[in-house]
């Protein structure tokens, strides 16, 4: 597949300048087998020799890291629902960070809801629990994933009573249009022939322009060298043939690594095959050629909304009118042009 459009398929590699590349490669990652081991955050570090990110646990949740950086190339995110009795569930990252209580149907009423809700306390240790982790937060609700936002409660179709996990290894999403790409100046940012993108830390100046042309906040530069950092998805390891190292890692297939065509069709069948065991929740993430960014390179099997995972709804790739102003741009520098021309004619004549 070639260019057809900003919002059309293409394929990436080709778009890119390579004439025969191999079939493009991906990630799929179905969260519905994710045990938040970890291994995949461990097994990035190792290979990639990524730095530590200074341990400061966060105190509140068995999520350790917060969120995808430049010292985290992976993140596990622990999303801790519990239920109510009232059939609302607090479907919100921040449910256990000791907000008070609020208006009903907000995520402050329902985990004040869960703390007293009969049918939690059916499960030892399911209520002490949720006591513990509601008090434990008094500074304010604390969001595991994307910064500076949270998910109010909401009614679900199917008004749950349980407490629940859901897990999901975070990643950057290779995207077909990617702006981090687009926006950068020296060409430290590139795209392989596996349709991936890479960054280049010995051409990286430090700019910074890719951190905000991410539409999913993934990018990040590294303190102090300033240059900027995320996921190559093993690019080293592809050249030879080899997985990359976290899906090599993940226990449970949580990750799976292959091209990226043939991993559309397997999470199709997954998704259709939840659907039949009752999960109607089960939704892709990422696997439409179609959306904003063209489709990624990495996608997921959620049991939630996006938004419930700290992802965008509808990410859109934030470079789509560049073109457009561009020749604005142009225009208007033509019109100063020739305002200057016939200016000077004048003053000469």
């Known amino acids: 597949m070639g260019r057809n459009s900003l919002y059309g398929p293409i394929d990436p590699a080709i778009d890119a300048g390579y004439e025969a590349p191999p079939p493009r490669k991906g990630f799929f990652t179905d969260t519905s087998v994710c045990i938040g081991c970890k291994a995949c955050e461990v097994a990035c570090k190792e290979w990639n020799l990524v730095p530590d990110d200074g341990f400061n646990l966060l105190g509140q949740s068995y999520d350790n890291t917060g969120g995808l950086s430049a010292n985290s190339w992976r993140h596990v995110a622990f999303i801790e629902q519990p239920g109510a009795a009232s059939g609302r569930a607090t479907d919100s990252p921040g449910a256990f960070a000791g907000t008070p209580a609020g208006p009903p149907g907000t995520a402050e009423s329902n985990v004040a809801a869960a703390r007293t809700a009969p049918d939690l306390g059916t499960e030892p240790g399911i209520e002490p629990a949720v006591d513990a982790l509601a008090a434990a937060g008094t500074a304010g609700s604390q969001f595991l994933g994307m910064p500076m936002s949270d998910l109010p409660g909401r009614v679900l179709d199917a008004p749950r009573t349980d407490f629940r996990w859901l897990m999901m290894s975070n990643v950057c999403k290779h995207c077909t249009h990617a702006g981090c790409l687009d926006v950068c100046p020296t060409g430290a940012l590139f795209r392989t022939e596996f349709g991936t993108v890479v960054v280049q830390e010995d051409i990286c100046n430090g700019c910074g322009y890719c951190v905000p042309a991410c539409p999913y906040g993934v990018i990040d530069r590294r303190e102090p060298d300033g240059r900027a950092w995320k996921c190559t998805m093993c690019y080293d390891r592809l050249g030879d043939g080899l997985t990359p190292a976290c899906a090599k890692a993940c226990p449970t297939e949580s990750i799976q ?93």
Do not use: C, I, N
Not at 257 to 276: I, N
Not at 281 to 305: K, M, R
Not at 308 to 324: E, N
């Open 257 to 349: 690594y292959g091209d990226l065509d043939e991993l559309r069709d397997r999470a199709a069948a997954r998704v259709a095959a939840l659907h039949d065991q009752g999960v109607e929740s089960a939704q892709l993430y990422g696997a439409e050629p179609g959306d904003g960014v063209g489709g990624d390179g990495a996608f997921f099997l959620l049991l939630d909304e996006p938004e419930v995972y700290g992802l965008p709804p509808d990410p859109v790739v934030t470079t789509k009118d560049l073109p457009a102003m561009w020749k604005q741009a142009g225009l208007a520098a033509l019109a100063m042009a020739a305002s200057t021309v016939v200016a000077f004619a004048g003053w000469r004549r």
